[in-house]
T-cell receptor, first 116, second 115 residues
Framework: GNSVTQMEGPVTLSEEAFLTINCTYTATGYPSLFWYVQYPGEGLQLLLKATKADDKGSNKGFEATYRKETTSFHLEKGSVQVSDSAVYFC???????????????FGQGTILTVHP | EPEVTQTPSHQVTQMGQEVILRCVPISNHLYFYWYRQILGQKVEFLVS????????KSEIFDDQFSVERPDGSNFTLKIRSTKLEDSAMYFCASARAESPNQPQHFGDGTRLSIL
């Protein structure tokens, strides 16, 4: 079945540090890949996505590249801010040859804390 | 920006009791989902709903669970006889279409505590 594995957290960084959160996946069909973010007390918000190999998703300074050869979708940001403190979830939907993308399969989430 | 709203934000229920979690999806969305997250674990898919019927459900979604869209705006998750292990955060999501270009929008969740 489909699965997503994220690096263990929590991650604690100083402001302006470089961020990497690793994500690898296994999937049948042709997965689309997502990063969702959950700020304290809020729901899950889509941060970025990539729908095919070598696509780069980007938003708010965050980037992730869909690497089919390594089945990875690592999240990066060059300079984090205190306001980036949140829980980050890697996720996929897998089209097994049909047209439905349906349910999301999530990783376990990585807690990021950024200190001033 | 339109958003998915869930009520209540926190529900405390005695084991064995029925509970109904409510969601108002975004108004022009057609696909609806429930997920749950047990404390410290992954967000897990429960069920998807389209055109007034379940389109997919997980192994978790057994006969104790049901979903309904009673009035064209609300989307509810009912747990018939709650167990301690049903304690979790439950998220509702909706999407305009099942496509990566129409991503799922999530509510803030309902924290369900079973005593």
């Amino acid at each position: 079945g489909n699965s997503v594995t994220q690096m263990e957290g929590p991650v604690t960084l100083s402001e302006e540090a470089f961020l990497t959160i690793n994500c690898t996946y296994t999937a049948t069909g042709y997965p689309s890949l997502f990063w969702y973010v959950q700020y304290p007390g809020e729901g899950l918000q889509l941060l970025l996505k990539a729908t095919k190999a070598d696509d780069k998703g980007s938003n708010k300074g965050f980037e992730a590249t869909y690497r089919k050869e390594t089945t990875s979708f690592h999240l990066e940001k060059g300079s984090v801010q205190v306001s980036d403190s949140a829980v980050y979830f890697c996720a996929l939907t897998a089209n097994a040859g049909g047209t439905s993308y349906g349910k999301l399969t999530f990783g376990q989430g990585t807690i990021l804390t950024v200190h001033p | 920006e339109p958003e998915v709203t869930q009520t209540p934000s926190h529900q405390v229920t005695q084991m064995g009791q029925e509970v109904i979690l409510r969601c108002v999806p975004i108004s022009n969305h057609l696909y609806f989902y429930w997920y749950r997250q047990i404390l410290g674990q992954k967000v897990e898919f429960l069920v998807s709903f389209y055109n007034n019927e379940i389109s997919e459900k997980s192994e978790i979604f057994d006969d104790q669970f049901s979903v309904e869209r009673p009035d064209g705006s609300n989307f509810t998750l009912k747990i018939r006889s709650t167990k301690l292990e049903d304690s979790a955060m439950y998220f509702c999501a909706s999407a305009r279409a099942e496509s990566p270009n129409q991503p799922q929008h999530f509510g803030d969740g309902t924290r369900l505590s079973i005593l």
